[in-house]
Structure formats: structure tokens, C-alpha cells
């Protein structure tokens, strides 16, 4: 089995920048891609980036794009989520979502393992 426990979240002011972390633990060998997804209250669950632990390749929610940098570090088994010039529209809890396929999938169920999520909070 895997665990991911994500951290960083917190309160911001619109035009802000915050860094979320998620630390992987148990079976990492499995996991071929990593993904953060978003879900605010009322509203479905949001792809908002991805990357392939091999190759360091990305994708993101255009949502997000050219704001938002997802990164890895293998020897720490982490995913970091670098976000800068947040909007209210990004308050979320976000998770941290792991994959056994490869492909960068925005898809939710193509991911097999969760974290509990992390509140970030956008004030204007």
C-alpha cells in the first residue's frame, strides 16, 4: 500500500504564493505518476496538475497554467505544487492523487491512491 500525506496549505492574500508538499511512504514503486486535484465546496473534484516520476514530464489544468509548477524529488519521495499569484477561485482542499499507470491522466479515477488534502484559503 501507499500513504501520501500532503502539507503546506494554509491562508493567503489574493496575488500570493504557497508551496505544497506531498510525502509518499509504503509501496512508492508502484506509483508512476503523481497528481494534485482540487475540490471546493459544492463542486466536483478538479484536475489541476500532474507529473511522471520517470521523466519529470507535466500537465496542467489551464486553469492553473503558467501560475502553478508541480516538481518532484525522488530521494524524498516527495511532489511539491508551487503556486504563485493565487486567485479566491483556486480556495480548495487540495489532494495529492498517486497513479500506477502512466500516462498524465486528468482524470480522478485513474489515480489509486489519496492523501487526506490540504486547505488553501484565497482572501480578496
Known amino acids: 500500500q501507499v500513504q501520501l500525506v500532503e502539507s503546506g496549505g494554509g491562508v493567503v492574500q489574493t496575488g500570493g504564493s504557497l508551496r505544497l508538499s506531498c510525502a509518499a511512504s509504503?509501496?512508492?514503486?508502484?506509483?508512476?505518476?503523481m497528481g494534485w486535484f482540487r475540490q471546493a465546496p459544492g463542486k466536483d473534484r478538479e484536475f489541476v496538475s500532474t507529473?511522471?516520476?520517470?521523466?519529470?514530464?507535466?500537465y496542467y489544468a489551464d486553469s492553473v497554467k503558467g501560475r502553478f509548477t508541480i516538481s518532484s524529488d525522488h530521494a524524498k519521495n516527495t511532489v511539491y505544487m508551487q503556486m504563485n499569484s493565487l486567485k479566491p477561485e483556486d480556495t480548495a482542499v487540495y489532494y495529492c492523487?498517486?497513479?500506477?499507470?502512466?500516462?498524465?491522466?486528468?482524470?480522478?479515477?485513474?489515480?489509486?491512491?489519496w492523501g487526506q488534502g490540504t486547505q488553501v484559503t484565497v482572501s480578496s
Open positions: 492523487a498517486g497513479s500506477r499507470a502512466m500516462g498524465l491522466s486528468p482524470i480522478p479515477q485513474r489515480y489509486d491512491y
Open positions: 507529473i511522471r516520476w520517470s521523466s519529470g514530464a507535466t
Open positions: 509504503g509501496r512508492t514503486f508502484s506509483i508512476s505518476t
